[in-house]
């Protein structure tokens, strides 16, 4: 169990994960996820501005309801 808090970035073309069961899991505990359009499973590599203004945001504690980027 994740103890403290954490943002998770997902690709919305992310072939290697089975990202719609683990934003049932990350729901069901209440986690703060992002879906990152247009990326895939390196989304750090793919998109690098959302990525790095996602972080920056929840490293301020700006956490929008917004799932969708």
């Not at 703060?32 to 690098?48: C, F, L, M, S, T």
């Not at 501005?49 to 504690?61: D, K, N, S, T, V």
């Amino acid at each position: 169990m994740i103890r403290h808090k954490a943002l998770f970035l997902i690709g919305d073309q992310d072939m290697l994960s089975n990202y719609p069961k683990a934003i049932h899991r990350l729901i069901d505990y209440g986690m703060i996820y992002r879906i990152v359009k247009d990326a895939g499973h390196a989304i750090n590599h793919e998109q690098p501005e959302i990525i790095h203004r996602a972080i920056q945001q929840f490293c301020l504690g700006n956490n929008d309801t917004q799932n969708t980027m």
